[in-house]
């Protein structure tokens, strides 16, 4: 089974990673349209990169959050605070709580962090290609979706089972990724790692 992931950021690596450790039989393929990878973790908090905010309970974590603080609540009780904190400790990263509740990793650096999802995602096995744009993306019917893909080191065409859309965002309707008018008709609770489980568990992607 094949599983493509749109966005080189870090939800889109998350998920990747997420679908990889799940299931090591699963193919994980992450493109990006870009050159860069991680673009947005390295200048976060000021190029600190504040991971999440010191809170034991969903309802404490979504304070922090003025918009979609109710949305969040429910993927929060899946995959919340103290298990970013336990997610980035088993991967050699250890935070520290300001004052004020953010937590940041001890080296004040977010090349830390950027650096922890590059070396996870290469240890899960996810392949990861840049200079990768999906222009257009098409549900099939027997289930799964076809993308046509451009870039120097993508097939023009490519099927897969499962696909996660982690482009940032909203798409919009016209975008020339193909995403927009896509996501609008799919409206499916995630369920790329069908096998075991999503971190997130609806979080930005869905099936057929």
């Known amino acids: 089974m094949t599983i493509a992931v749109l966005g ?35 200048i976060s908090g000021g190029g600190r990169c504040n991971l999440t905010h010191a809170a034991d309970t969903p309802a404490q974590l979504v304070q922090h959050y003025p918009r979609g603080g109710a949305q969040l609540k429910q993927p929060f009780h899946t995959f919340g605070a103290p298990d970013t904190v336990r ?23 977010s090349e830390t962090v950027a650096q922890c999802l590059l070396d996870a995602a290469r240890r899960a096995g996810v392949e990861v290609l840049t200079h990768t ?58 369920r790329a790692c069908s096998l075991s489980t999503c971190p997130t568990r609806h979080c930005v992607s869905c099936r057929a």
């Open 133 to 190: 744009a999906a222009d257009s993306i098409r549900m099939l019917p027997e289930g799964g979706f076809e993308l046509t893909l451009s870039g120097s080191s993508a097939p023009p065409v490519l099927r897969v089972a499962r696909l996660l859309v982690a482009t940032g965002a909203r798409p919009n309707r016209s975008s020339t990724t193909g995403c927009g008018s896509w996501a609008t008709r799919c409206r499916s609770p995630c």
């Open 8 to 42: 080189g950021g870090a939800a889109g690596f998350f998920g990747a990673i997420a679908c990889a450790e799940a299931n090591p039989a699963l193919r994980v393929l992450l493109l990006e349209k870009t050159g860069k990878l991680l673009s947005k973790v390295r």
């Open 87 to 109: 997610w980035f400790a088993d991967r050699g990263v250890q935070l520290k709580t300001e004052p004020d509740g953010r937590m940041f990793p001890v080296t004040d650096s």
